[in-house]
C-alpha cells in the first residue's frame, strides 16, 4: 500500500517525470509490454484525473489499471506515477497539484483496498456470488421477461469478448455478473411516465442499489458507467478512454449489439453482419476501439470492401 507520508516527503524530488517512472519497470517488473501499458495508461489517465480534484474521476483511473498480475505491482506503478507528479509540481512551483496529490490519497488507498477485497471475494465465494445475482435477474423477469433475457444476453456475449481479449477469471466473473445486473436502474422507470432525462439516469441508479448490496458493491463503478462513452461524450460523468471501467466498455459493446440484431423502437432488427459493421463505424467515438477489434474477431466479421467494376 502507498504510505501516507509518499505524497510529503519528496519536495525535494526535482528528477522529472520522465526519469521517475523510467526506474520503475527496471525496479519491480523487468522489461515487460504490461509495463509499458500500465505507466501509458497512468501518465495519460491518472495524473489527468488527480489534477482534476475529482474522487470519482480518480477512483476509475486507478481502476483502470488494477489487471496487473499481483496487488503489489499496482501499488508500485501508482506510486511511481505519484512520484513523478510531484516531482514536476515541485520543479514547477505548483502547490495545486501538490495538494490534489495528498487529497487523492485516501481515494487511492480506498480503491486498492477494494481491489483487494474483490479478489478475496471472487477467490473464496464466486457461486454464492453467482446465486446471488441469479436472484435478482429472476426477480427482474418477474417485472419485464424482455429485459431479463436482455440482460443474460448482454452478459454472455460480454463474457465472449472478455475472453477473446484474454482477461483473467476473476475479471469475467465481474463481467458476467455486472453483465447481467448493468440496466436493472431500468425497472425504476418501467411502467411510468418519466420525465425527458429519466432514462439517462438509469445507470446511476442501478449503480446506487448494486452498492446497498455488499457482496455485489464492487460491480457499482461496472453499472454506473456503462453508457460512457470512448469519446467522453457519454452519461452519467462524460468520461472517457481508460477513465470507463474496461468491462464497462465491453458491456457497452455487447450491449449494443444485442440491440441491433433484436431490434427497438428506434430500428428494426440487423443481420449480425450489418450489426458488426455498424460498431466498426463507430469504434473510437463511442466504443473502444480494442473491445470493437476483439469483438469482430469473435463474431468473424470482415471489413467491407468495394469493389471495383
Known sequence: MIASNRFADHASHRDGEESALARLPRRAFGDSAW???ALKGCAEHLAPAIR???PYRIANAVRAITHAPTPEQIDDV???????????AYAAGDASTASNLQNARSVIETVIGEVRGRSERDRLAPALLRDTVDGYVKLVGLVNKGLAERLDAVSKLSVRIGSAM???AETLLEIEFAGRLHDIGILAILGT??????FERHPVTGAAFIESIPSLAHLAPIVRAHHER???RGYPEGLGSAEIPLASR?????????DLVTGSSAHEAMLPNAACHELALRSGSEFDPDVISATLHLLRYRQRTHRSA
Open 35 to 37: 509495463v509499458s501499458l
Open 52 to 54: 482534476s480534484g475529482k
Open 78 to 88: 501508482i506510486e511511481a506515477t505519484c512520484e513523478a507528479m510531484l516531482a514536476s
Open 166 to 168: 484474454h482477461l483473467p
Open 193 to 198: 411516465s418519466y420525465a425527458v432525462g429519466a
Open 230 to 232: 470512448f469519446d467522453g
Open 250 to 258: 465491453i458491456i457497452c459493446v455487447a450491449a449494443e449489439f444485442v
